[in-house]
């Protein structure tokens, strides 16, 4: 499966709430058991703000581990709190709620990879996700006269893309599709009809993620994979979506 | 019913959270984290799984931590100014009961560089819980060795700490 081209835009009324990119590795225990100060140190005067958290980490039916155990992650924030990088065991991960553009994006990846590779010893990355996350809602795009099969692509819809469901009777969908991508890796796409509270407008959410579970070594290679899922993913949404939304949504060509 | 029974999990309860990982809603105030293992992110019993546990309760909270790795890096030249975020963070955790944050802090703090005022604070604040902290007292050992070699009178200043 591979999206159809399209011209790169970005939108002026941004319906992206989140883009998440995670890699997984092998457990390094040091983060485990103590305070990832190296890591701090090489990220540098760009993310002044620290915060930590526990979690509790337990298994099913993996062999020799049945003590639930805590776990401290450990949150990196850009002073203007756009751009977090998260550090675990196992993981780490760059999220944005605030997403422009791609070249902006993976500096961000970039910076956390660089950090991670001069104060860890990663043999290979177990799994690479991108995510966006992206809630259209009609009324706040001015939208409120169409109907949802005329803004997406009516198989994205599923029943909701039937005639005779309309209005109020519309309260909650969601359907997931696994699809595997030529060139790498898989997309799981979670689409969601739902409404924030009772009463509210309808929202619909794609929820897009690109993943390749097959290791990978080396940060190089990891981001030219999560360059090919952001092309990927910027086409897929363009695939969703109609022309009247596409415009709605104030497509602009990025300067190169 | 208890937090580790779980015999009630249903695939069905699995939501999606940020980055990638599935999430079941077992509670109001808790959540369950495992990374998905098929590409549709099956979840099937005979699939081992390891879950992170977001719990509601303090102990999990995001907290500022910026002073510890302030007080990591610090010398006796910047110690001082140091001094009130590092108290006032370990009393944070310590309210949180986050102890084993604190444990992987004493054992991050380089006893025989950083500031030798923040090492003090950093045992005499942290002393009255440290029948809680696993790694309190070897860091403070840890201490006594670094003054001593530093010339301190290591004994004087950890008067009522060590023993």
Redesign the interface.
Known sequence: MKFPEVERVIYANNPLVEVVCQCMFPRILAIDEGIPATFQQKLGASYPFVETREVVSFSMNVPNELTPAKRIQYLFSTEDRRFTIALGSEFIAISTADYKQWSEFVQHVEAAFTALADSYAVPIFTRIGLRYIDVVSREKLGLGDYLWKDLFRRSALGLFGEDEIKGEALLESTSLTALSLDDVGKAQIRTTFSRPSEGSDLTFTIDSDFFEEHPVKGTDDAIGILSSFNKEAGRAFRWFISDQLHDALGPVVPRQ | MTL?D?SYLDNSEFD?L????PVLNIRDDREL?A??RT???GHG???????????AMP????????W??DA??SDDANGRARLVPTIQGINSLIALE?Y??LD??F??MPASTASRHLLLAVARSSFPVRIKLSRWQPFVLRVRDAFEARGLDAAALLKGLLG
């Open positions: 580790w779980l999606w940020s980055g990638g990982v984290r990374p998905p590409v549709a992110g019993r005979k699939v081992g799984y390891r879950f992170h546990l977001v719990t102990g999990s909270a995001a907290v500022d931590s910026r510890m790795f990591i890096a986050a084993s944050r992987a802090f054992d991050s």
